[in-house]
């Protein structure tokens, strides 16, 4: 399925393809630690076994201070 | 996944189980409290000055600082906050106006203190010239300054307190970092009561949000709709923090609790450790030049100044 995320830390949006089911996978394709964002979908944050859906937009914030 | 209170769809999974907005706010709201009350980290007739750049970590403990007071019936007049402008373009300008709007909203009294007119430069000015080394990066300056500076007009405003956003990832950072490099005299200084304790010209630093993680802070100013740019700072690198804080968070990736574990080991040995160090009250002198506490004759802060001040 194809998805688009907006990805904070680069403050940059992209379309992805994405074969997995969870937010979990996404995150592991991506190879983001899960420790170190949040994922949230129309402002609503998203745990980690949430289902990813086709044609999803996914924002995924840093947890990490930018100091 | 739903929460284990109320059933509600989850926001976040912790050790002890999944929470909803409503109950991950509650839990996290309570364990600063817990923190503030266990450690005693804020007394009733203190002057309290939070320490603030307009993160995600300070306007979240400033919130919650002012929170506790109303809660526990402490005047509000108590609370002030301050932030260090260290002259960073493009990166403290945009920090600040979070800040301000911050404290505009919550009716929060706000003091600025820039380095440029503290020390003559802006940081982005002096670093240069301070360090004789070109690849070297300002952390060294900046931390310096800003530890003197947040220091100097905390005490200058009349604070006993600083309240400061430093969080269990930073905690368990600063432990490892610590450890690795076999600096057991800074070590014992860490801890939820930081720095020098029990000198007339030290603030007592304390940090309320030292049990809460990167995530749940993230999480909570996210679910209390405050405004935060994710603005980084141009000088942040690949140095030995960022190196510890990725393997800290791959570990905490495969075992959860690892930087728990390692601030509760740290706690109980702290006092061991405080015993054994060297007393630094005993050893503090005044800086010749501008009185505020130094290791040596002349502070740290103002060696810099005065490299500064023969370069400019």
Redesign the interface.
């Known amino acids: 399925m194809e998805i688009t995320i907006f990805n904070e830390r680069k403050k940059s949006t992209e379309k992805v393809h994405f074969s997995g089911t969870t937010i979990q996978e996404l995150l592991h394709q991506l190879k983001i630690n899960a420790e170190t964002v949040l994922v949230t979908r129309n402002n609503e944050v998203l745990t980690e076994e949430e289902i990813v859906q086709e044609k999803d937009t996914l924002e995924i914030l840093s947890v990490i201070s930018g100091g | ?1 739903n929460c284990e209170k109320c059933g509600k769809k ?4 912790l050790q002890h189980g ?1 929470l909803c ?1 409503h109950h991950f706010i509650d839990h996290f709201e309570s364990k600063v409290f817990k923190t503030i009350n266990r450690f005693q980290l804020i007394g009733r007739n203190e002057k309290i000055c939070v320490a603030a ?1 307009g ?3 300070s306007l979240t403990v400033l919130y919650l600082t002012k929170k506790y007071l109303q809660e526990n019936n402490i005047p509000l007049q108590n609370l002030f906050a301050l932030v260090v402008d260290e002259g960073i373009q493009n990166y403290r300008e945009h920090t600040i106006v979070d800040l301000e709007r911050f404290c505009k909203d919550h009716a929060i009294i706000l003091q600025k203190v820039k380095t440029e007119d503290e020390f003559g430069a802006t940081l982005d000015k002096a670093y240069p010239l301070i360090n004789k080394d070109e690849h070297k990066k300002p952390c060294n300056v900046c931390g310096v300054w800003r530890r003197y500076l947040l220091n100097k007009y905390a005490r200058k405003y009349g604070a006993e307190t600083l309240v400061t956003g430093h969080n269990l ?1 930073d905690e368990a950072q600063a432990i490892m970092m610590n450890i690795f490099k076999a600096n057991t005299k800074i070590a014992a200084r860490l801890g939820p009561k930081s720095g020098i304790q029990e000198h007339d010209l030290f603030v007592q630093r304390v940090k309320p949000l030292y049990l809460c ?3 749940e ?3 909570y100013t ?2 209390k709709g405050f405004t935060i740019q ?4 141009p000088y ?1 690198s690949a140095g030995y923090r960022h190196q510890i ?2 393997m800290l ?2 570990f ?2 495969k075992y959860t609790g690892t930087k728990q574990g390692i601030v509760n080991s740290f706690l109980a040995l702290l006092p061991a450790l405080k015993e054994t160090a060297p007393k630094a009250v005993e050893t503090i002198k005044q800086c010749s030049l501008c009185q505020e506490p130094a290791e040596h004759d002349v502070c740290n802060a103002c060696s810099m100044k005065e490299i500064l001040k023969n370069a400019l």
Do not use: P, T, W, Y
Not at chain 2, 10 to 13: L, M, N, R, T
Not at chain 2, 230 to 233: R, S
């Open positions: 996944m989850a926001v976040i999974v999944s907005k750049s993160g995600k970590d990832d993680s990167d995530k802070v993230r999480l996210l679910l994710f603005a980084e700072c942040s804080q990725e968070n791959d905490e990736e």
